[in-house]
Antibody, heavy 122, light 109 residues
Framework: EVQLLESGGGLVQPGGSLRLSCAAS????????MGWVRQAPGKGLEYVSS????????YYAGSVKGRFTISRDNSQNTLYLQMNSLRAEDTAVYFC???????????????WGQGTLVTVSS | SYVLTQPPSVSVAPGKTARITCAGN??????VHWYQQRPGQAPALVVF???DRPSGIPERFSGSNTGNTATLTISRVEAGDEADYYC????????????FGTGTKVTVL
């Protein structure tokens, strides 16, 4: 059974940093693409970051590029999101998700974690 | 940037059929995926690659995609289907690789 468990959320001041973790189990993590999606309170889903066509390439939404860094530790089956220079608008529940590829060569999220809340406020 | 537009809400009586649309420019040329998010829960995949269902998703959930509109159809609606539903496409030209629709709240009357 695929399981994704996020941690590391909390309250942080504007301009501060936070690192989210996502512990994965139930599948071959090292060969899987992974990503982060967030949801601001009462709002819809927003893509944040992901590994690309391979487990080396990384991609970011324009709203977080240059501030957030996605990384992974395959020995620990763990995905990370380092968030720097946080802003009030980064306040959201952050979901870790496993990426799957279609036969047509595009991508979607087939499994999701329960999420961790990040609140950016003074 | 690619935009996906969904109706904010759809209301349906139990046992009837709910149809949720997802409009995008020439969306029929892309693969569309659908997620269900029950209140207080994480999203869950219900349809992928336009029409396929993950293991465990009932046949009541079906998808179609043509022209400028993709549709998620829920047949014989049950109270447990009350949730937010999001469509999603992958677009390499977008600022956001994974583009989500605006979301539709399905209310079971």
């Amino acid at each position: 059974e695929v399981q994704l468990l996020e941690s590391g959320g909390g309250l942080v001041q504007p301009g501060g940093s936070l690192r989210l973790s996502c512990a994965a189990s139930g599948f071959t993590f090292s060969s899987s693409l992974m990503g982060w999606v967030r949801q601001a309170p009462g709002k819809g889903l927003e893509y944040v970051s992901s590994f690309g066509h391979t487990v080396i390439n990384t991609y970011y939404a324009g709203s977080v590029k240059g501030r957030f860094t996605i990384s992974r530790d395959n020995s620990q089956n763990t995905l990370y999101l380092q968030m720097n220079s946080l802003r009030a608008e980064d306040t959201a529940v952050y979901f870790c998700a496993k990426v799957e590829r279609t036969n047509g060569g595009d991508y979607f999220f087939d499994f999701w974690g329960q999420g961790t809340l990040v609140t950016v406020s003074s | 940037s690619y935009v996906l537009t969904q109706p904010p809400s759809v209301s349906v009586a139990p046992g009837k059929t709910a149809r949720i649309t997802c409009a995008g420019n020439n969306i029929g040329s892309k693969s569309v995926h659908w997620y269900q998010q029950r209140p207080g829960q994480a999203p869950a995949l219900v349809v992928f690659y336009d029409t396929d269902r993950p293991s465990g998703i009932p046949e009541r959930f079906s998808g179609s995609n043509t022209g400028n509109t993709a549709t998620l159809t829920i047949s014989r609606v049950e109270a447990g289907d009350e949730a937010d539903y999001y469509c999603q496409v992958w677009d390499i030209t977008s600022d956001s690789l994974y583009v989500f629709g605006t979301g539709t709240k399905v209310t079971v009357l």
